[in-house]
């Protein structure tokens, strides 16, 4: 009798505890991930493991989450703007090849321990002994000496005058800054930190791999702190699930390029139960057009080619009017893009007619053109996993079809994509610009430069030593005016060539409960967005 009372007892205490985790609405492990009804805390998504938070690595460290807890001596604002960061001003000498910095007073790094001139350059020191891993940001390859002239005064001393050098200052890694508790024994930060100590706005709180992360407010912060106590990140790699925890009320933001499919977007802003936004271009997706290739080297065939489809059309029926047809190479809100250059429209007539001038046929009965006795026949190759790039294929695959071009559309790994772009093993391939704050520097500087891609698809160009002449002046001018004429004209030259075609300008979304106040996007592309939040 006793041990079936007692049997009873244990039930009746399973049921209650059962009850009350119901009733609480997560598990142990959930609470611990900061509850939605905890004041002030905004959660959101990320489709991937943040990965080790230092700042002088890359993937598969997110860049989000190394700008929260990291700063630049230099921030890039809207329209690139530079502003003083962690250095309060700046002077540049005449010849352009020396850059002083005077750093902020009174900054310290979130474990308290003081941001000063010896730090920078234990940084600096640490980056440049990893030099090639970092040799795609120009400014590192030209660094001939750092120096520090006293406690507040840091030199970068140039081999060669390089205008840019401030933007990339700005970019999210690798010049970023580390306390002095996260170096390793032997300084080499390439290998991994101690732990992760900076100066920005945020500090790590808890992590759990591929599950989720918090960060809660730097104490230390020298500037303004956020109006939100702890921010939530929740590891959910699937699209459809994000948007699932997002109408559940588990996630107060989605943001980002590709966080959410467009459908979803749309749905989610046609319900009118949440807030949204799209940015500014942060990017041009572009079309690249092999010059190296036979068929392609005619200037004649790449005009037909874009006077062959309906960008307006395609654009707005696979982006759900999101994205903007671009008209031009490089989106205009970025620093010497304003130029004067004619856009190609949609014209059939005027596509068939450039084909026929450059030697292509169609004859009676056929679909396909033949110049002799070869078929007028490409590829374009596309990242499969990419909804946007394959429905853009698959359109222009039917529409060039129209004007007696067969085009095989070919879907593969971003990787393959990378590796073949690279080997210049390709007809047509999409592309994109790398945004603010690394253009248009970074773009005229990949399209000189070989081993990118670029450079050797407009290898044929008539006018390519040229190009490359003008690439070499502009990024080492020392004149504004001078640095505007160059940009026009490398801009220009490269749009009427028409081997890099611009589609569409690319944007970023974000939807968030009507409960998240204030939201705007960086004007840096890799910035996180968090600083002017706020939560009712």
């Known amino acids: ?163 840019p050098t401030l933007q990339e200052l700005a970019v999210v890694r690798p010049v970023r800054f580390l306390g002095e508790a996260g170096f390793p024994k032997d300084g080499d930060t390439s290998k991994g930190v101690e732990k992760p100590i900076g100066t920005g706005p945020w500090m790590l709180e808890d992590y759990k791999k591929d599950e989720y992360v918090i960060f809660t407010r730097n104490p230390n912060y020298w500037g303004e702190s956020s109006k939100v106590n702890k921010i939530v990140v929740k590891i959910i790699p699937d699209a459809e699930t994000r948007v699932l925890a997002f109408e559940k009320g588990d996630l107060d933001l989605i943001y980002g390029e590709g966080a959410i499919s467009l459908d979803a977007f749309k749905q989610l802003q046609n319900s009118e139960k949440y807030e949204t936004s799209v940015s500014e271009p942060v990017a041009t997706r572009q079309l690249v057009m092999n010059t190296t290739k036979n068929q392609l080297s005619d200037v004649r065939v790449r005009l037909a080619l874009q006077h062959g489809f309906n960008k307006q059309a395609m654009v707005d029926g696979v982006t759900s009017r999101l994205e903007e047809k671009a008209d031009n190479i490089l989106p205009e809100n970025f620093p010497y893009t304003d130029i004067d250059a004619n856009p190609i429209d949609y014209d059939i007539k005027k596509a068939k007619a450039y084909l026929e001038d450059a030697g292509w046929e169609l004859r009676s009965g056929q679909t396909i053109r033949v110049k002799d006795g070869k078929k007028l026949e490409l590829e374009l190759m596309y990242e499969k996993s990419d909804p946007i790039q394959k429905a853009m294929a698959e359109t222009l695959q039917a529409e060039w079809g129209t004007i007696g071009v067969k085009l095989n559309i070919t879907g593969v790994e971003l990787t393959v994509q990378i590796k073949r772009f690279k080997e210049n093993n390709f007809d047509l391939n999409f592309f994109s610009n790398y945004g603010a704050p690394y253009d248009p520097h970074t773009f005229v500087h990949v399209v000189s430069k ?48 028409g081997a890099i075609v611009p589609i569409s300008y690319i944007k970023k979304t974000a939807v968030y409960q009507k409960d998240v106040n204030s939201f705007t996007f960086p004007a840096n592309r890799d910035e996180h967005p968090f600083s002017s939040i706020s939560m009712e």
């Open 450 to 497: 070989e081993g990118f891609g670029f450079s050797e698809a407009i290898a044929n160009l008539p006018v390519k030593q040229e190009l490359n002449q003008q690439i070499h002046d502009v990024l080492r001018s020392t004149d504004e005016k001078k640095r505007q004429e160059l940009y026009s004209s490398i801009l220009k030259t490269l749009q009427e060539q």
């Open 1 to 163: 009798m006793f041990k079936k009372k007692w049997k009873f007892i244990v039930l009746i205490l399973a049921m209650i505890l059962l009850l009350s985790i119901s009733l609480l609405g997560c598990t142990p492990q959930e609470n611990k991930q900061t509850s939605k009804k905890e004041k002030n805390v905004l959660t959101l998504s990320w489709p991937r493991d943040i990965g080790e938070l230092n700042p002088h690595v890359y993937n598969p460290s997110q860049m989000i989450a190394q700008s929260m807890m990291y700063e630049p001596l230099i921030r890039y604002k809207e329209g690139g703007e530079l502003q003083p960061a962690l250095a309060k001003s700046w002077n540049i000498s005449e010849d352009g090849k020396e850059y002083t910095f005077s750093l902020r007073q009174n900054v310290k790094f979130s474990d308290g321990s003081l941001f000063n001139a010896d730090i920078v350059k234990k940084n600096f020191d640490a980056i440049m002994k990893n030099s090639a891993l970092h040799s795609w940001l120009r400014l590192i390859t030209v660094i001939d000496k750092t120096e520090v002239l006293d406690d507040y005064t840091f030199k970068i001393t140039l081999k060669e005058p390089y205008y």
